[in-house]
């Protein structure tokens, strides 16, 4: 299936053409983000977007010491595990709003590794680490994010650490770790991992509701550990939640609960199309024969359904008028929809046609992820990415609030893997193409 050759020599040590490829890898991140703090107006601006809510908690710990009421009771949507860290940060680096920023970048160019690691794990050539390098750099609003004060590059650097751990410690049947690492390390370091990342952003609970599936596609009833892990590290997030009284802390509760909303699938699903509708299209083009094509022409049916009967509205602010005044969904989605088609009783038709490309990409991607043989680390890694964001997306149904583009980011930290994996080289170049335009946007957005 896919136009990159495999390797089929595991771990083994990093040949000396292989460092090469490793180390060029690393140079492109570094430069693309010192490129992007020194070649915009970044540093002459002030706090840019949330910048000015998050960083209230991170300046509190650094000025008035750490205690309960700095380090727990604060206001924010983020977690202790996002804030701590910068607050740390600033007591012993930088405590000025460009200095916090920095570590944003580190956390940035430091998700490479864990990902070209699993490049490496899934049998990639050393020629594609540069594309994955790539495939970082455009991921769907990262780079950008990761220019600011924001909870995105550190959650997603521990996301791809998380999942390192999953498929280093549980490789393919061929080269199995040893009974103490598979059975009893992994789970419990991926747990410790899950619990930390729950206590920055709860939206990593797909993502652990995908390893789990995936897991018990290869391993039926002996994947068990990595579910008692799961369960436990959930657990661990619940005192949290008692204090607070809600996902968040109690002034950000009307944007992030729990409710009945349709509204919100259909919107994701449109802001899938970015990162999964060039899958649609390799469908078309290659793979309608597969055991489970059947996804693809469901997800376009569902997409298409629910544009029709569950449009969000995204000129009225509803219930949270005073929160907002334009839309309960913001980003790149809503903005080009509303551009193209002004007429507001007409929006339905293109966020449906765009919620089908992106749920039928998603559905399309997961029959080809479903086609891979079982016992390969590949067919783990791209199962849990296309179930950890199925799982998203059908959780979102039971949310309430604010429903923005860069959300998404939150459950796709493996794509510039599976994108190198599954895709074509042609369909890659064109993806890239689609993703540079997306970033291009954003930054012209976030960065000047």
């Known amino acids: 299936m896919s136009a990159i050759r495999f390797r089929e020599d595991g771990l083994s040590p990093l040949r000396?053409?292989?460092?090469?490829?490793?180390?060029?890898?690393?140079?492109?991140?570094?430069?693309?983000?010192?490129?992007?703090?020194?070649?915009?107006?970044l540093l002459e601006t002030g706090t840019v977007w949330d910048?000015?809510?998050?960083?209230?908690?991170?300046?509190?710990?650094?000025?008035?010491?750490?205690?309960?009421?700095?380090?727990?009771?604060?206001?924010?949507?983020?977690?202790?595990?996002?804030?701590?860290?910068?607050?740390?940060?600033?007591?012993?680096?930088?405590?000025?709003?460009?200095?916090?920023?920095w570590l944003s970048i580190i956390c940035f160019i430091l998700t490479l590794?864990?990902?070209?690691?699993?490049?490496?794990?899934?049998?990639?050539?050393?020629?594609?680490?540069?594309?994955?390098?790539?495939?970082?750099s455009l991921l769907p609003y990262e780079a950008v994010l990761a220019q600011l004060v924001m909870g995105e590059p550190?959650?997603?650097?521990?996301?791809?650490?998380?999942?390192?751990?999953?498929?280093?410690?549980?490789?393919?049947?061929?080269q199995p770790s040893s009974p103490m690492v598979s059975r009893v390390l992994g789970p419990v370091i991926y747990g410790l991992l899950l619990a930390i990342i729950l206590h920055s952003r709860i939206h990593?609970?797909?993502?652990?509701?995908?390893?789990?599936?995936?897991?018990?596609?290869?391993?039926?009833?002996?994947?068990?550990?990595?579910?008692?892990?799961s369960i436990i590290a959930g657990l661990l997030r619940i005192p949290l939640w008692i204090r607070w009284g809600g996902l968040v802390s109690s002034d950000y509760q009307m944007h992030h609960g729990l409710g009945l909303r349709l509204e919100s699938l259909t919107y994701l699903g449109a802001i899938f199309a970015i990162p999964f509708g060039i899958f649609l299209f390799i469908w078309l083009w290659k793979y309608r024969f597969l055991t489970f094509w059947w996804l693809a022409p469901l997800g376009v049916?569902?997409?298409?359904?629910?544009?029709?009967?569950?449009?969000?509205?995204?000129?009225?602010?509803?219930?949270?008028?005073?929160?907002?005044?334009?839309?309960?969904?913001?980003?790149?989605?809503?903005?080009?929809?509303v551009a193209v088609v002004s007429t507001e009783s007409l929006q339905w038709i293109p966020m449906a046609i765009l919620a089908a490309i992106g749920l039928g990409g998603l559905g399309a991607m997961g029959g080809m992820a479903l086609e891979l043989k079982d016992d390969t680390t590949l067919a783990t890694l791209c199962?849990?990415?296309?179930?950890?964001?199925?799982?998203?997306?059908?959780?979102?149904m039971l949310t309430k609030g604010f429903v923005f583009d860069r959300f998404v980011l939150a459950w796709i930290a493996a794509m510039p893997v599976v994108w190198i994996a599954l895709l074509p080289r042609w369909a890659w170049g064109l993806q890239a193409i689609i993703l540079a335009a997306l970033f291009i946007l954003s930054a012209g957005s976030w960065l000047f």
């Open 16 to 41: 000396s053409n292989e460092w090469a490829w490793f180390l060029v890898s690393i140079l492109l991140v570094v430069l693309f983000s010192l490129g992007l703090r020194w070649g915009t107006a």
């Open 51 to 101: 910048e000015q809510y998050i960083i209230m908690p991170i300046n509190d710990l650094v000025e008035q010491g750490w205690s309960v009421e700095t380090a727990i009771d604060f206001q924010e949507a983020k977690g202790p595990a996002m804030i701590w860290p910068y607050a740390v940060w600033g007591q012993v680096v930088d405590a000025s709003l460009n200095g916090l920023r």
């Open 113 to 136: 590794f864990p990902l070209l690691l699993l490049a490496r794990r899934c049998g990639l050539s050393p020629r594609a680490y540069p594309l994955v390098a790539i495939g970082l």
């Open 154 to 174: 550190s959650y997603v650097l521990l996301v791809a650490c998380m999942l390192a751990v999953v498929l280093l410690s549980d490789g393919d049947h061929a």
């Open 204 to 229: 990593a609970v797909p993502i652990a509701g995908g390893i789990c599936l995936a897991m018990f596609l290869r391993d039926g009833v002996r994947s068990w550990p990595w579910w008692l892990a």
């Open 301 to 337: 049916l569902i997409g298409l359904l629910l544009g029709v009967v569950a449009a969000p509205d995204l000129m009225d602010p509803q219930d949270l008028g005073i929160v907002n005044p334009i839309s309960l969904y913001l980003g790149p989605t809503r903005s080009a929809i």
């Open 383 to 396: 199962r849990l990415q296309f179930f950890a964001v199925l799982c998203a997306w059908g959780l979102y």
